[in-house]
């Protein structure tokens, strides 16, 4: 499976906008970008996900570089439940490899 | 609001007893997967069913660990003796073939702590 590298953490103030990293400069032509994150006591949750072309949905954007080694997920207002591990991940096929993520802390 | 449901949330045993822990995935969905979550190793894959065929276990100690889909609708991860060591968090997902296949859906997992 191909390799994601984040940030091991990241601190962001409420209501203000996150941009949450991930270089994967091996990435093949097939493989999907996933976000996941994972609340306290909680499973993983999906967030948003992406080929090509940037993503926008309910919960969050995601930004694709054009030569696809990167991508940024972006939260538009960051709320206190908003704090979590977030995963990017690398995905061809029905498995998904968690990395260890960002842990994201949200400041009232 | 459709869950995948896991039960139970918390178990306790002492080494060398029997471990089931169940799950019930999504309705409709056809593909489940089981997770083993830690602190040193992070979120691993166990293994995973399509259409209830296991496609792929590579992940799970086989000596001791099982995973079946007896329906669509309840998939199974025994560990039989249990071990210290398999003391985790154990997550079900289960992923839909109508929409994205590639989006999984938790459970909220059962901790398991083996004496």
């Known amino acids: 499976d191909a390799k994601t590298t984040q940030p091991n953490s990241m601190e962001s103030n409420e209501e203000e906008p996150v941009h949450l990293p991930c270089n994967h400069s091996?990435?093949?032509?097939?493989?999907?970008i996933h976000w996941y994150r994972q609340l306290p006591s909680q499973g993983p949750e999906y967030v948003i996900h992406?080929?090509?072309s940037n993503v926008n949905n309910r919960m969050a954007s995601l930004a694709i570089a054009e030569d696809r080694k990167s991508s940024t997920l972006i939260l538009h207002r960051a709320t206190l439940r908003d704090a979590a591990v977030y995963y990017c991940?690398?995905?061809?096929?029905?498995?998904?490899?968690f990395g260890e993520g960002t842990q994201l802390t949200v400041n009232p | 609001d459709a869950r995948v449901t896991q039960t139970p949330r918390h178990k306790v045993t002492e080494m060398g007893q029997e471990v089931t822990m169940r799950c019930q995935p999504i309705?409709?969905?056809?593909?489940v997967f089981w997770y083993r979550q830690t602190m040193m190793q992070g979120l691993e894959l166990l293994a995973y069913?399509?259409?209830?065929?296991?496609?792929?276990d590579s992940g799970m100690p086989k000596d001791r660990f099982s995973a079946e889909m007896p329906d669509a609708t309840l998939a199974t991860l025994k560990i039989q003796p249990s071990e210290p060591r398999d003391s985790a968090v154990y997550f079900c997902?289960?992923?839909?073939?109508?929409?994205?296949?590639?989006?999984?859906?938790f459970g909220a997992g059962t901790r398991l702590s083996v004496l």
């Open positions: 997902a289960s992923g839909s073939p109508r929409a994205d296949w590639n989006i999984q859906y």
């Open positions: 091996t990435i093949s032509g097939t493989d999907y």
């Open positions: 992406g080929l090509t």
């Open positions: 991940i690398l995905a061809s096929g029905s498995r998904l490899t």
């Open positions: 309705l409709g969905h056809n593909t």
């Open positions: 069913f399509r259409n209830r065929a296991p496609l792929d």
